[in-house]
């Protein structure tokens, strides 16, 4: 079981008894998109930003992105961190039909992948600051961002690391912060165009 200090946000009660069984921390479940008409469950929200931080873990669809910009929009002080699972398609086993989109949501994530998920995101070691950071400069120069086919070398990138194809520029960079070192980044991509 993991310790996990911070508390985690999830979409739903499925979400939540998946973690139930993988982590040891405060799960906290927005009920998809009525965290936009309870205020008290964003105040609380709030509350744990502020005091243990705060693990968005939403799945990799659109509406899963919404629900956490929302919260990242909402809560102005704190720490505030993205885990990502990957995009996996395929359908949870208790549902009729795929969702929308196709993508396994987080009760559907195989264990294994949402403790990696976990680990990439840096929260279950002592967090010490990269000292020379990756940035959205080393982002261009890798030709991943500001250049005409750059979303299409994210995406490719991203799926070689396992994170959902929909992550912004500035989501990749703080999930790349959290993941590896400048130096590991600089490996990788020279790696990538030999």
């Known amino acids: 079981m993991l310790r996990i200090k911070q508390?985690?946000?999830?979409?739903?009660?499925y979400d939540k008894i998946k973690l139930k069984s993988l982590v040891n921390a405060v799960i906290i479940q927005t009920n998809g998109f009525q965290i936009?008409?309870?205020?008290?469950?964003?105040?609380?929200?709030?509350?744990?930003?502020?005091?243990?931080?705060?693990?968005?873990?939403?799945d990799s669809d659109?509406?899963?992105?919404?629900?956490?910009?929302y919260i990242k929009?909402?809560?102005?002080?704190?720490?505030?961190?993205?885990?990502?699972?990957?995009?996996?398609?395929?359908?949870?086993?208790?549902?009729v039909r795929p969702s929308?989109?196709?993508?396994?949501?987080v009760e559907g994530v195989n264990a294994?992948?949402?403790?990696?998920?976990?680990?990439?995101?840096?929260?279950?070691?002592?967090?010490?600051?990269?000292?020379?950071?990756?940035?959205?400069?080393?982002?261009?120069?890798?030709?991943?961002?500001?250049k005409p086919d750059s979303t299409e070398k994210r995406r490719e990138f991203q799926k070689k690391l396992n994170l959902p194809s929909m992550l912004s520029a500035s989501a990749l960079l703080e999930v790349l912060n959290s993941m590896m070192t400048r130096e590991e980044f600089f490996?990788?991509?020279?790696e990538k165009q030999e």
């Open 112 to 146: 294994a992948i949402l403790r990696e998920a976990f680990r990439k995101a840096g929260v279950l070691t002592e967090d010490q600051p990269l000292s020379d950071p990756i940035t959205k400069t080393d982002l261009y120069l890798a030709g991943l961002n500001g």
């Open 100 to 105: 929308a989109e196709g993508k396994l949501g």
């Open 187 to 190: 490996m990788m991509n020279s």
């Open 36 to 58: 936009y008409k309870n205020p008290e469950l964003l105040a609380l929200i709030r509350h744990y930003a502020q005091t243990t931080g705060i693990l968005i873990l939403t």
């Open 7 to 13: 508390a985690i946000i999830v979409e739903g009660k």
């Open 62 to 69: 659109r509406a899963g992105f919404q629900i956490r910009n």
């Open 73 to 95: 929009g909402a809560v102005q002080n704190g720490d505030v961190r993205n885990i990502y699972i990957p995009d996996i398609f395929g359908k949870e086993k208790r549902k």
